[in-house]
């Protein structure tokens, strides 16, 4: 059930070495307010299969998001080598879509001009237009395809920032707590949306999350990190078929496992990792 | 109970409406759901505008000057027939109309409801001015003319006034334009290069503040013709707070916007006009608005001054020639085309910024 971080496990049908997106030895360092530095990511390694649904779950400052904001091209590592397939990651780029907790929509553009953005930024709008509509369709925003995004509700403006970052076709897609904001009805019925459009996509996904359910219920794997400095703790495979059942044994089997690796199983003194 | 409890607060309502009363604590405002703001006695304020006018009206004709007016070419004419009877005759065939219009017209009635009573108002001031001025003279002639007077003799000089009024909108558009243009330029290039920012803003910080108007003589040195000077002076005026804001809307974008667009495939240009600009707008619009107010100070402030021709300048000359009546009618021209201006720019943010909520009323 548990890898070394960074040697690939064993894939159900896939060629193990193709990694869609390599993460070397990265570390990171951040000036810290009294004037010293802190560690925030130590050699950290992961890798990403092509089509994987990868989870990095973790306490918060672990430094999950700052690896998310390299892989995007957003931050650079302090050392070590990001690469998507054979290129190094050195700048944001179309090919890896970002999605943050807040929707981030942009409020002067109605919702389908935001989904519209990243066809307009390529310079591609009108070849592409109807994949927009397509996305649109997908999210079922079509009836609010001409509203503001402050009309639109936490899960709606979830859902377009969604769109918004696939309309492009990213290679990989990175979601850092898209669905932390949202209540927990809204939040398991887009968990539902995102594995659905995951699945007809085949788009690679990394989903940065505390929320232990929510990495069980969609991920291929989820990455273990322990805090300050943040590293790869473990690896855990989950084979549970799709579509997962939240109430079957085997994930509240799965469950208990992971509460208990982070010392949150309840009852016990001893904090110790 | 609900039901029964509002209907009893509706009666106790209509009963209290029926004195009619001109007294403006009376007159207690509340919101209705058609947004406008209705004052809650319906008779008083549709009835308030003909009292009013009809007030106004028999002050001036039958209380008897106190004011020692000198001659006009009014004096032959029969006082009903002066030009600010006549304006009080018609204002009251309007409240006439809108009263009609209040009684028949149901659409109209929370417009009626909610403008009636600023007529009413407006016309209330003319006859306090009136009384306190020419008809019981306690403030003095010929500093304090009363509305007759003022719009009488201001009738005199209609042509000179209609064609200073143009002067001024003229030079007034050609450098509030000029500037605007300049400013969010400058204001971009300073808000968004770091290395533009590093000798432009201390340069701004330095020249900005300097008041326009310390410039006219110099200025007016440089040509003949006064219509570029002016245009650049009133440019400049409108530049320092357009440049001010402009940038500090720029470098206040909300970070994660340029994170989201730079994972979109945004390049500079994307960046720059599509998330910074737009996102800069509304602090850009505060910055065209106090650009607006300090271009009228510039514009009166340098006619006054120097530049020949415009509403500044026939002011001053009035003032000049004890010719106070024409003064203040031409300062009422001035404020209605200044207000009239300012709503322009309103009118044109609520169009440009109809993607935001909550935004200051004009």
Known sequence: ?273 | MAGKTHTTDAATQNRESHPVTLSAGQLATASNDTGYVDCGRPLVAVVAPMVAAVAACLIHVFIPNGQNLEPTWMDPISVWQQPYPIVLQGLFLVSLFLALLHWQCLPARPWVRYYAPLLAGAMFLFGVDDLLSQKLAWLPWPFFPGPGMVLGCSIEDCGIIFSSTWHSLLLLVSGYVVGVCMGVLTGVLIGWFPSIRYWGMPLLKVIGPLPATAMVPAVMMLSNDSFIPATALIGFAVWFPVTMLTSSGMSNVRLSYLDVARTLGAGEWYLIFRVAIPSALPTIFIGLFMGLGVSFLTLIGAEAVGVPGGLGNYIKAQQSSMEYTKMYGAWLVTAVLFSGLITCLFRTRDWVLNWQKGVIKW
């Open chain 1, 1 to 273: 059930m548990t890898a070394t971080p960074g040697e690939p496990s064993p894939v159900r049908g896939r060629i193990a070495d193709a990694a869609a997106l390599q993460v070397r030895d990265v570390c990171k360092v951040y000036p810290s307010p009294d004037g010293g530095e802190v560690l925030v990511l130590d050699r950290m390694s992961l890798s990403v299969r092509p089509g994987e649904m990868v989870s990095l779950l973790g306490p918060n400052g672990c430094g999950k998001s700052t690896l998310l904001r390299m892989i995007a091209g957003l931050d650079q590592p302090t050392s070590g080598d990001l690469r998507l397939g054979n290129q190094p990651i050195t700048a944001p780029s179309a090919e890896r879509g970002l999605m943050f907790q807040d929707p981030n929509l942009f409020p002067w553009l109605t919702v389908r001009r935001n989904i519209q953005a990243g066809l307009v930024a390529r310079g591609v709008l009108r070849e592409h237009r109807h994949e927009a509509e397509e996305f649109l369709r997908l999210v079922g925003l079509e009836a609010f395809a001409d509203v503001y995004p402050h009309q639109l509700s936490g899960g709606m403006a979830q859902r377009a920032a969604l769109a918004r970052a696939l309309v492009n076709r990213p290679a990989v897609l990175l979601l850092d707590e898209p669905l932390g904001a949202l209540d927990q009805f809204t939040r398991m019925r887009m968990q539902d949306e995102v594995v659905r459009l995951w699945q007809t996509r085949g788009t690679t996904m990394v989903l940065v999350t505390h929320d232990i359910d929510e990495a069980i219920y969609m991920s291929d794997r989820i990455a273990l990190m322990t805090p300050r400095p943040g590293r790869i703790d473990r690896l855990i495979d989950i084979t549970m078929p799709r579509p997962r059942q939240r109430t079957s044994p085997q994930f509240l089997e799965l469950r208990t496992a992971i509460l208990e690796m982070l010392n949150f199983a309840g009852g016990a003194k001893d904090g110790s990792a």
